[in-house]
């Protein structure tokens, strides 16, 4: 699971950004200041730090400072500050994005799926051959055998979510946010309608699949 660490002394944001990251199945580790941040960044190597820059016991700056000396994964920057001085010096110090305060929250996500994202462009092949079918990420087209499967754009959508997360549990509630919105987060029954759609069109016995799987009662995972 991707870890996200937040630095920010506001509780009333901390306590709203760790409710929605969690039901996006990112864990979240929090701190209030930037000495507890060093101590526990350093401790639990995070994929992810969100950092405030006004925080009680330093400059926001020179704890991004700090974490980049030593750091590599994305650093995003939260502020109240808006002037263009302080944006350049928070990427000069290391920071990989800066959003400013109040913020919407689906932004804010998505810009943490895109710093994600180029953090780890490795990850995942452009495509993934299976025994039975291939998906071409970046032709966006999928062949069983010689023939061209035909899949409607959400069906693309879902299976290409689980095909770059291969072998990685992928969160029923993640799988509603990024392929139908946030206005479906209780339409679970979306997800079922559509991995059987998948089966049927990709699995050699759909009954019984081996490369897209269930795991009851959390989400779907993507094997090779």
């Given at each position: 699971?991707?870890?996200?660490?937040?630095?920010?002394?506001?509780?009333?944001?901390?306590?709203?950004?760790?409710?929605?990251?969690?039901?996006?199945?990112?864990e979240?580790?929090?701190?209030p200041d930037g000495k507890t941040a060093l101590t526990s960044i350093a401790r639990d190597n995070p994929d992810l730090v969100?950092?405030?820059?006004?925080?009680?016991?330093m400059d926001g700056l020179e704890l991004v400072r700090g974490l980049r000396a030593w750091l590599t994964v994305p650093i995003i920057v939260l502020s109240a500050r808006e002037s263009q001085a302080d944006k350049v010096g928070a990427l000069d110090a290391g920071a990989d994005d800066y959003v400013t305060k109040p913020f919407g929250m689906d932004e804010f996500v998505a810009r943490i799926r895109a710093a994600l994202r180029r953090a780890s462009p490795e990850k995942t092949p452009s495509?993934?051959?299976?025994?039975t079918f291939t998906v071409d990420l970046a032709a966006r087209r999928v062949t069983k055998g010689s023939k061209e499967v035909t899949l409607t754009p959400t069906e693309w959508h879902f299976l290409e979510i689980l095909v770059r997360h291969?072998?990685?549990?992928?969160?029923?509630?993640?799988l509603l946010n990024e392929v139908w919105g946030e206005g479906y987060s209780n339409q679970t029954n979306y997800l079922r309608v559509y991995i059987a759609r998948l089966r049927?069109?990709?699995?050699?016995?759909?009954?019984?699949?081996?490369h897209l799987i269930t795991v009851a009662g959390s989400g779907y995972r993507f094997d090779q």
């Open positions: 699971m991707t870890l996200i660490h937040i630095v920010d002394d506001d509780k009333g944001l901390l306590h709203a950004l760790a409710i929605n990251l969690r039901a996006r199945e990112y979240v580790h929090l701190s969100i950092v405030d820059l006004g925080l009680p016991d495509a993934m051959v299976t025994s291969k072998g990685q549990l992928v969160g029923q509630q993640q049927r069109k990709l699995e050699t016995d759909p009954t019984r699949p081996r």
